[in-house]
């Protein structure tokens, strides 16, 4: 049985696409699927499944909640053992305890293309940098609300869908 979390973009962002995390989590109670939990308001599934590959989940979910809530909604999925993969091999200096609100990670739904991968590098400077590393884009802003490095942005440039998360939501979701 391997733990999976399963991050819903766009659901309860800026008050739009409101959908209670009960009827999120009976959205994911499906044969196959145990153990079912949600944290945060802004989609984040924990569950519990004998399969094996992200892309066969992702396709049980989403045409159900498309369905269901009668909009798009992307679910990006990463196992636990992923998560803390991700959390330790941050690329970016040390995070200190004072700047690890700046810190973001951008789930993307696979490893870009790799004439694709640098083209954030540009948009780089002092108050924020962007850096991927496999389905990851780790991102540093003093700014978020502001940032160049919006997940619609992201999208455009690595052409796939991703879901954004601050640092402190993925500590937390590994310690659940």
């Known amino acids: 049985m391997v733990r999976y979390v399963a991050f819903l973009k766009g659901i309860n962002v800026s008050g739009r696409q409101l959908v209670t995390m009960?009827?999120?989590?009976a959205f994911f109670e499906l044969p196959g699927i145990s153990n079912v939990s949600t944290y945060g308001q802004g989609g984040n599934v924990l569950f519990d499944s004998e399969e094996?590959?992200?892309k066969v989940l992702r396709n049980l979910f989403e045409?159900?909640?498309?369905?269901?809530?009668?909009y798009r909604v992307a679910v990006?999925?990463?196992?636990?053992?992923?998560?803390?993969?991700?959390?330790?091999?941050?690329?970016?200096?040390?995070?200190?305890?004072?700047?690890?609100?700046?810190?973001?990670?951008?789930?993307?739904?696979?490893?870009?293309?790799?004439?694709?991968r640098?083209?954030?590098?540009?948009?780089?400077?002092?108050?924020?940098?962007?850096?991927?590393?496999?389905?990851?884009?780790?991102?540093y802003s003093s700014n978020y609300?502001?940032?160049?490095f919006s997940n619609t942005f992201i999208e455009k440039k690595l052409h796939m869908e991703a879901t954004t998360r601050n640092w402190s939501?993925?500590?937390?979701?590994?310690?659940?």
Do not use: H, Q, W
Not at 169 to 176: A, C, E, G, S
């Open 22 to 25: 009960e009827e999120v989590k």
């Open 52 to 54: 094996t590959n992200e």
């Open 63 to 70: 045409p159900k909640l498309n369905k269901e809530l009668g």
């Open 76 to 116: 990006i999925i990463r196992s636990l053992n992923e998560l803390k993969s991700i959390i330790k091999n941050n690329p970016f200096d040390t995070i200190k305890p004072e700047t690890r609100s700046r810190y973001y990670v951008t789930l993307l739904e696979d490893i870009p293309a790799f004439d694709v």
């Open 118 to 139: 640098g083209s954030l590098g540009v948009y780089s400077n002092d108050a924020e940098y962007a850096r991927v590393v496999g389905r990851e884009v780790y991102i």
């Open 145 to 148: 609300g502001k940032t160049c």
């Open 169 to 176: 939501m993925l500590t937390k979701i590994i310690d659940l």
